[in-house]
């Protein structure tokens, strides 16, 4: 006891003296009493090791997104052509990505809930129609670019080719514009044969009237003007059974059709048969989605896909006209039954040529 006196006197006398007490802390122990040795904790707070990786990682962004910054401001300055080309490929490669999870999806959401393709929403539908066919299109591209070194050959081919061999992502905004105008020539050198087809099936069809009627419908044509809804609706019959039905189409008449749909003709003839079927019946699901949906609820660029698919050339068109032609087409494609799709097809012709401001 005396000896514990004695140690806090001194200690009260070092403490009056102003010396500190470097070593010396009182803490406070469960269980314990009494001194304890060591240095008085630090109050700075240390960051985790988790906390340094993530403030790392936010360092590396961070200057990454400064050089590529300088990088693009540096081929924009120096090398503009090249800088749009980049530009442009790297974005495509980004909305291809994003196309191919949507796709991924949607069909995902096909086989959790058993759906077909007519069950789906008009985008939706859309969408895999249009995916389906850029993933054909780029099939190829990797195909010939299997062999050793001709990979190459395929970068060259693509920079002088981007129409045929590059789907529409990897397209400028002058190149959509262009290649649309070019496709759609392509497509309307093929309708005075179609006419010419539709011609001469007139005196085998059965029935003076029906005969009348496509011959007075394809002289308006011939003559620039644009048939009314009903002009075409009462040609319904005609082209459900022979010769105007789908299956009873003749061989000259079926390529005509496939290059007015931007198909390739040269294929045997039910294989072009049975491709303008499916491609037709298609745009006819699509068709009744779309009226199920509304032509309101469509973008301008919606509206003009949708016309452009079905033969309008609706690139330099108003977009108050492109939705009036929809409604009207909508109205004619919705009143057909599936043996009646021919109709359909021809109406791809019969509906767009001389349409308001689409004349060449």
Not at 130 to 138: G, I, L
Not at 181 to 188: G, H, M, T, V
Request: with cysteine; net charge positive; hydrophobic share 40%.
């Amino acid at each position: 006891m005396a000896l514990s006196r004695v140690c806090w006197a001194r200690a009260g006398l070092w403490g009056s003296a102003g010396s500190p007490a470097p070593f010396v802390t009182r803490r406070l122990q469960p269980g314990r009493c009494g001194l304890a040795w060591g240095a008085p904790r630090s109050s700075k707070l240390h960051l985790s090791p988790k906390a340094d990786v993530k403030s790392l990682l936010s360092y590396v962004v961070t200057k990454t997104k400064a050089v590529n910054e300088k990088y693009h401001r540096f081929l924009g300055r120096n090398f503009p052509r090249f800088y749009v080309i980049y530009t442009t490929f790297m974005k495509g490669l980004r909305m291809v990505w994003a196309d191919a999870k949507k796709a991924r999806r949607i069909k995902a959401n096909m086989w959790k809930h058993n759906l077909n393709f007519h069950q789906l929403s008009y985008r939706e539908m859309e969408h895999l129609r249009q995916f389906r066919r850029d993933v054909t299109k780029c099939i190829f591209l990797g195909i010939i670019s299997i062999p050793p070194f001709a990979n190459y050959l395929v970068f060259l081919l693509m920079y002088l080719f981007p129409r045929q061999l590059l789907i529409r992502h990897f397209w400028t905004p002058k190149q959509q514009t262009d290649f649309l105008d070019i496709y759609q020539a392509f497509r309307k050198q093929a309708h005075p044969e179609i006419l010419t087809c539709l011609e001469r099936t007139i005196p085998i069809i059965p029935g003076a009237g029906p005969q009348w009627q496509l011959k007075v419908l394809c002289s308006k044509i011939r003559h620039g003007a644009q048939p009314a809804v009903g002009d075409i609706l009462a040609l319904r019959k005609c082209f459900s059974n022979r010769p105007l039905g789908m299956n009873h189409l003749q061989a000259l008449h079926l390529k005509a059709l496939s290059r007015a749909m931007l198909l390739t003709p040269h294929l045997p003839p039910f294989l072009l048969r049975s491709r303008l079927k499916n491609h037709t019946t298609v745009i006819h699901q699509l068709d009744k989605a779309l009226a199920k949906l509304g032509i309101g609820e469509l973008t301008a660029q919606e509206v003009k896909s949708a016309c452009y698919l079905r033969g309008l050339n609706s690139t330099h068109l108003a977009e108050d006209k492109c939705r009036t032609w929809l409604g009207e087409w909508l109205h004619i494609s919705c009143s057909l039954k599936e043996a009646e799709l021919s109709l359909l097809l021809h109406n791809v012709v019969l509906f767009s040529t001389n349409y308001t401001g689409t004349r060449s």
